[in-house]
């Protein structure tokens, strides 16, 4: 009888193609540029509170800015734990949050595909990197003195076509790292010992 607990314990399939987990490079890129947005931000945001009827002390402003960045990377970091503990085992994985790829390990062609959407959306992502963050300055002025005649429709769009590119190809890159990361795993479980 221990013979055949030994052997179904030995021939269980192991795991292994579901860590590491998708999203820390997703979600390393999504800082980046969220700490670089805050940063050209924070001049325009703090004249603008400073300068309405808020009147708001500037370093306060900063401090909230500041202390919100904190909160995004406090908040992204813990995700990321919980979604690799959660691939090794230990505690739970939300099974609604699964990508195309699954938890699985990438085929060739699914790494293929994440191959050219980087390169792609790639490209478009640098190419409207300086018009999307302009757009992005300014369109905080326009918020807060609400002047419509400010709002330009083209650059807009520019801007929404950067944030799209820029999120589909950090999350292609992910797929290919990680996906990189499961086959390296996978095959050095299938050597023999």
Known sequence: MSSYSD???????????????????DAV?????????????????????????LSLSP????????????FVLAVTVLEQ???QLASLGIGRYDANRSSIFGRKTPTETQALVA????LVFGLAAAWTFESAVSTAMSMIRVVA?????????????????FFISFSLASKALDRLLVGGF???????DSEPA
């Open 182 to 188: 499961r086959m390296l795993f996978t095959e050095y």
């Open 81 to 83: 734990v919980r979604r």
């Open 7 to 25: 052997s179904r314990l030995r021939t269980a399939p192991r795991k292994r193609h579901e860590f590491p987990a998708y999203g820390p490079v």
């Open 115 to 118: 191959l050219v959407a980087v």
């Open 145 to 161: 003195t609400l002047d419509a005649g400010a709002f330009v429709p083209g650059e807009f769009a520019v801007m929404v076509v």
């Open 59 to 70: 370093s306060l402003v900063r401090f909230g800015l500041a202390a919100f960045v904190w």
């Open 29 to 53: 890129l999504g800082l980046l540029l969220f700490y670089y947005l805050v940063d050209r931000a924070t001049p325009t945001v703090v004249a603008v509170l400073t300068e309405s009827t």
